[in-house]
């Protein structure tokens, strides 16, 4: 891969893995609720993802600070500075396109949780799941004017950690 954008990191790395259905009509998941009811356990899971990539990035993203990342804006900080091309050339080294499995699938899935993660505890957000479950979205009230419903607006996590890894987003710097 030449020049690595989000939407070749996406095809190569993520699009095989969606489910067939999804796969055949995306704009229909898209902003389908995949846990309408609520349960309990599936932001559980996703809260879960989050602190256990909080604990790990570190190590994994070679942060040089054992410190685990904390769920405020300047953990997002941290995570964004380690998001640098040699960090993420490294994961997929350490991987194949497609592999749920590996290095780079992981990092990018668990950090958009943690992003989440980020914004539910610290602004009020709450989690939207879709299918597949790193697509889930965290919804924040608008900031519309208080005669108007309030309409929520979703976050998409997963696409912010990709774009992110995209080689015109990178800085130059590291």
Do not use: C
């Not at 389908?32 to 604990?55: T, V």
């Not at 419903?149 to 990709?162: D, E, K, Q």
């Amino acid at each position: 891969m030449d020049t690595p954008t989000a939407q070749s990191l996406f095809e190569q790395h993520f699009w095989p893995l969606y489910p067939p259905d999804v796969r055949a009509d995306p704009s229909r998941y898209r902003d389908e609720d995949a846990n309408p009811a609520r349960n309990p356990s599936i932001n559980a899971h996703l809260a879960e993802a989050a602190e256990l990539f909080a604990q790990n990035a570190p190590r994994l993203l070679s942060m040089g600070s054992s410190e685990p990342l904390p769920f405020t804006a300047d953990g997002v900080a941290r995570l964004s500075h380690a998001l640098d091309r040699a960090t993420r050339d490294r994961l997929i080294a350490q991987s194949k396109p497609a592999d749920p499995e590996g290095a780079f699938f992981n990092a990018v899935v668990h950090a958009a949780m943690y992003v989440g993660e980020v914004i539910v505890r610290a602004h009020g957000g709450a989690w939207s799941a879709r299918r597949p479950l790193w697509e889930s979205v965290v919804t924040l009230p608008s900031d519309s004017p208080a005669d108007r419903p309030s309409t929520p607006r979703g976050v998409p996590p997963f696409h912010w950690v990709l774009k992110h890894l995209d080689d015109r987003g990178i800085l130059p710097f590291s």
